[in-house]
């Protein structure tokens, strides 16, 4: 058991302090990492795996990044295309608190409003602000729905 | 009941919202109230024209006894130079005591709202809504022909038109069946239908315009505009044959009203303005007890019980 366990770990080095998130839905670890803000010119060392079997989700990704933690904001993006995902973060190689993201009903400042027309988008003091709604987001200002891949707006 | 402070989207109401203004202006169109807005001054602030809204409120507005302040589109742009539209319309709301507005960007009228200190009208922004002419869509289906099992054919641009948009989504509230006729590429978009669908209405497929007309008690007509067509040559064919004659109406049923927000342009034959069906022009009266309406349940009386 331990080691079949240990088998399939090792497929993504440990890390020491940092942040693993685990059940990305197969093939969105790349977004992820755009979320993140990981690029060539990142520094932090990296670990991702993609399509690893998985009973639960058939295959899912794995995305480890050392010495890095997550802020609310960045929970909330990651929620919209993944909204199985777990967050465990990770110091002296244990992990110290495990959740799991949720879908807020209500996002703010995190994404901008696509409709290039829309109040959101000009020097008035209105915040891009969106309802989660049937699986997609509704602007509160145009009210238009943005659906499907919502990574496209992030 | 309503306790709503501003009027910003449809896609704010309950039906029972809707049925308080509909039952509001239906008491003003028959008794006439002019002390109800007595001493209060209403700001039309239009950075887009828009004769017709701009009359309609200043009607309603005078009707009630009360006085308005208009800023054109000039006027409303020139006060603004540089200035944000919420610094705009904090100090327009300081002399006021509610505002129209009408601009230009989608979402224009819910931030004003945010800043503003008095009820914010929205009186369209952009391509986004534009309530009270919802509402009185609504007033109108209600007054000349009947909201509840209603049959409703959509004619003409549905992929574009905010007012066929806001009007379905109302509608979807009484669970209307809706008949969409319009020409290839104007069809009404696939998430709307799911929206509305999800909101209850019930969207039935039909092959032409004259098979709409046979099953709907009402035929709502919007334009379709030449510059959705590269050549204009497809755009006459294409307008020519959603065109409502008096020859396509010699086999509509007797009830049958016909609606159109206008302006038209040649979307209806002038012929048909003689027959029973036509009563667009009704409908842009009822605009005037329909916005009436909306200012007296925004704009209670002060007085007893109240600050």
Redesign the interface.
């Known amino acids: 058991m331990k080691g079949a366990g240990n088998k399939k770990e090792l497929r993504v080095l440990p890390i020491r302090k940092g942040t693993v998130i685990d059940h990305i839905p197969g093939g969105r670890a790349l977004r992820v990492l755009r979320i993140l803000g990981i690029t060539d010119a990142s520094r932090e060392t990296v670990s991702v795996a993609m399509n690893v079997p998985s009973r639960q989700m058939g295959r899912k990704d794995i995305v480890k990044v050392e010495n890095r933690e997550l802020v609310p904001g960045e929970v909330q993006k990651i929620a919209l295309i993944a909204p199985r995902a777990t967050i465990n973060i990770i110091d002296d190689m244990e992990v110290r608190r495990k959740m799991k993201v949720s879908l807020p009903r209500e996002i703010e400042g995190v994404l901008r409003c696509s409709n290039p027309n829309c109040i959101s988008n000009t020097p008035e003091p209105a915040v891009a602000r969106f309802r989660v709604e049937n699986g997609g987001l509704r602007c509160f200002y145009c009210e238009r729905m943005f659906s499907g891949e919502l990574t496209d707006h992030i | 009941m309503f306790r709503k402070r501003h009027l910003i989207?449809i896609?704010d109401f309950t039906r029972e919202e809707m049925e308080a203004v509909l039952r509001r202006a239906e008491e003003l169109e028959r008794h006439a109230r002019p002390d109800l807005m007595r001493g209060r001054i209403l700001a039309n602030l239009f950075f887009e024209p828009s004769t017709r809204t701009r009359l309609s409120f200043e009607t309603a507005m005078k009707r009630l006894g009360g006085e308005v302040l208009n800023l054109d589109s000039e006027e409303a742009s020139s006060m603004a130079k540089g200035e944000?539209?919420?610094d705009t319309v904090r100090v327009i709301g300081g002399y006021a005591d509610a505002i129209v507005l009408r601009h230009?960007?989608?979402?224009?009228a819910?931030?004003a709202a945010?800043?503003s200190g008095v009820p914010v009208i929205n009186a369209g922004?952009?391509?986004?809504?534009h309530p009270t002419q919802t509402l009185l869509d609504l007033y109108t289906i209600r007054r000349e022909s009947h909201l509840e099992g209603l049959r409703i054919a959509m004619v003409g641009d549905l992929k574009y038109g905010r007012t066929v948009h806001s009007l379905a989504y109302a509608l979807a509230l009484y669970g209307a069946r809706i008949y969409p006729v319009a020409p290839e590429g104007l069809a009404l978009p696939a998430?709307l239908q799911?929206?509305l669908r999800?909101s209850g209405a019930r969207l039935q497929p039909v092959k032409s315009l004259q098979e709409a007309l046979r099953k709907a008690d009402v035929l709502y007509v919007t334009r379709i505009q030449k510059e959705r067509f590269p050549d204009p040559q497809e755009y006459r064919r294409v307008a020519g044959s959603y065109r409502i004659t008096l020859d396509l109406l010699r086999r509509a049923p007797k009830g049958l009203v016909i609606l159109h927000p206008l302006p038209r342009v040649d979307e209806i034959d002038p012929r048909v303005d003689g027959t029973p069906y036509a009563r667009y022009f009704r409908q842009a009266y009822y605009g005037v007890p329909v916005r009436m309406a909306v200012l007296s349940l925004l704009l209670p009386r002060r007085g007893k019980g109240e600050a």
């Open positions: 989207s896609r944000t539209l919420s230009s960007r989608e979402g224009a819910r931030m945010e800043v922004d952009g391509a986004g809504q998430d799911e929206d999800h």
